[in-house]
């Protein structure tokens, strides 16, 4: 069964940083096209960044980028996101999901890590 | 940037129902368009992927169609477990980004 755990999240200040990891399991990690989706309560969905299967290529949405780091460890089977410069508007619920392939959607999502960014 | 519409924002329904939400691009991701169902306090599910194939594991009442621009997610007789948010997504592989429609909510009537 695959399985994507996030973890990082937490309570932190505007202006700061955080770093959430995405630990996979079920599945050949480093294969699969990885992305971090976010949820700002009440609000709909937004994809943020994706990664190649071999971390070589990134990309990510326009409204974080410069703020926005993805990253992998396929020997770790895990993968990353830093984001700095934190905002009360980035407080949201940040989900990792994965696809077999770029040609395919998000098929298998993490639960969700909750940030909130509060002084 | 692609942006994605969806209408209508909310939709009330009764069990039985026949349900029919549109999704609209702003410029064509021929069929690279998917559909996610989420609960509260839940990760989203999918759905559909390349316009009207259906993910393994999701009942035949769901079924997708479209090309270009306009897009639908039919549910054909609404059941109990469908009451929930509905968000399109197009994932052309062409494009640098990805984008969600905003949203629609399947209410109980």
């Known amino acids: 069964e695959v399985q994507l755990v996030e973890s990082g999240g937490g309570l932190l200040q505007p202006g700061g940083s955080l770093r959430l990891s995405c630990a996979a399991s079920g599945l050949t990690f480093s294969n699969q096209w990885m992305h971090w989706v976010r949820q700002a309560p009440g609000k709909g969905l937004v994809w943020l960044a994706r990664?190649?299967?071999?971390?070589?290529?990134?990309s990510s949405a326009d409204s974080v980028k410069g703020r926005l780091t993805i990253s992998r460890d396929n020997a770790r089977n895990t993968l990353y996101l830093q984001m700095n410069s934190l905002r009360v508007e980035d407080t949201a619920v940040y989900y990792c999901?994965?696809?077999?392939?770029?040609?395919?959607?998000?098929?298998?999502w993490g639960q969700g890590t909750l940030v909130t960014v509060s002084s | 940037d692609i942006q994605m519409t969806q209408s209508p924002s909310t939709l009330s329904a009764s069990v039985g129902d026949r349900v029919t939400i549109t999704c609209r691009a702003s410029?064509?991701?021929?069929?690279?368009l998917a559909w996610y169902q989420q609960k509260p306090g839940k990760a989203p599910k999918l759905l559909i992927y390349t316009a009207s194939s259906l993910q393994s594991g999701v009942p035949s009442r769901f079924s997708g169609s479209g090309s270009g621009t306009e897009f639908t997610l039919t549910i054909s007789s609404l059941q109990p477990d469908d009451f929930a948010t509905y968000y399109c997504q197009q994932y052309n592989p062409y494009s640098p980004s990805s984008t969600f429609g905003q949203g629609t909510k399947v209410e109980i009537k």
């Open positions: 990664i190649h299967p071999d971390g070589t290529a990134t």
């Open positions: 999901a994965r696809g077999r392939e770029l040609r395919f959607p998000m098929e298998s």
């Open positions: 410029q064509s991701v021929s069929t690279w």
